[in-house]
């Protein structure tokens, strides 16, 4: 595949091993792994990259299931170039490599509220606009201002909040759309609200969450009305296990790798848990955690 890539200032590898850049810590390679030098770097690579080769774009891996068979295409990952974080009065502006937590911690010492709840969430900014991701009453589209994107034809685009088509856990930015800064409105605050809204969502996690462990946070979305993890507490799932793969005891929305569990594994306790969801209430779950690549 290689030879049908144009040149970059970046780096190509090939048959790049995913299974230590995913959270799950499991799943094959990619034919290719890009990591672009900078923004002009990554256009350049999409407009000469021939539309056939699929693209995938890899934040930190927190929400990811990958198969063994690992992914068939280029696979690009974002990195120091893509973390600078500046802050202009109530406006917080953010490379998409940075991590969730930094950009929290940047808000907070400029007195900012309104990311609090990226405290907590283990990811880039890239995946959280990508997700919407959330928690304890936020998530990501009640601040984001506008995000840049790069399109397939290297194209570089300002999308506003609503361009964005936010829902829960769901952004419509497509798959081959790679999000490379965020701008969030964000409010000032002072520092001992922002620090104890903080300090709640932590004490909240933990008592809530595992810690500690190789996971791909909530597996299932929440149903319109329902909790995802109520429902497979009540058709006996909590601590169900194949090979190496469980249904955590503490909260039954997440999976856990125990050690040695493979993708497979991992995705059939998923479809278990879902097959016995739906034969004891009726509902369907949706996965939230995205699986990708090949068995
Ligand atoms: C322990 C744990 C706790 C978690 N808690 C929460 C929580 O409270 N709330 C919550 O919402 N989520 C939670 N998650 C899930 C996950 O952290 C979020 O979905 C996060 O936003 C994913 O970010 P990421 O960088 O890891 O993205 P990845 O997992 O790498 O990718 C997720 C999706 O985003 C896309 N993506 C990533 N970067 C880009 C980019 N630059 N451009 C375009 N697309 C991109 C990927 O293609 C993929 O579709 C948790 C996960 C774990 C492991």
Known sequence: ??????????????????????????????????????????????????????????????????????????????????????????????????????????AFKHSLTGLEFLSGIPGTIGGAVKMNAGCYGCETKDTLYTADVVSRD??????????????????????????????????????????????????????????????????FKNPVGHKAWELIDAAGCRGLKRGDAQISEKHCNFLLNLGNATAKDIEMLGEEVRTRVKEQTGITLEWEINRIGVE
């Not at 080769?53 to 890899?58: D, T, V």
């Not at 506003?160 to 800064?181: L, P, T």
């Open 154 to 219: 290297g194209s570089l685009e300002t999308l506003s909040n609503a361009g964005c088509g936010f829902s829960y856990r769901h952004s419509k930015v497509g798959d081959d759309i790679i999000i490379v800064s965020a701008s969030f409105q964000l409010t000032h605050d002072d520092n001992n609200s922002i620090a104890e809204r903080s300090q709640k969502i932590k004490v909240e996690r933990e008592a809530a969450q595992p810690s500690k462990v190789r996971t791909g946070g909530s597996t």
């Open 1 to 106: 595949m290689l030879d049908r890539l144009p040149p970059v200032r970046g780096t190509y590898t090939t048959n790049a091993p995913l299974h230590n850049k995913v959270w799950f810590g499991v799943g094959g390679a990619a034919d290719v792994l890009f990591e672009p030098q900078d923004v002009s770097d990554l256009q350049h690579f999409l407009c000469h990259t021939p539309r056939d080769i699929p693209l995938f774009a890899l934040g930190l891996g927190s929400n990811l299931l990958v198969r063994e068979g690992g992914i068939k295409g280029v696979v690009i990952r974002l990195g120091k170039a893509f973390q600078a974080i500046t802050v202009e009065n109530e406006t917080l502006i953010t490379g998409a490599a940075a991590l969730d937590k930094v950009v929290a911690q940047t």
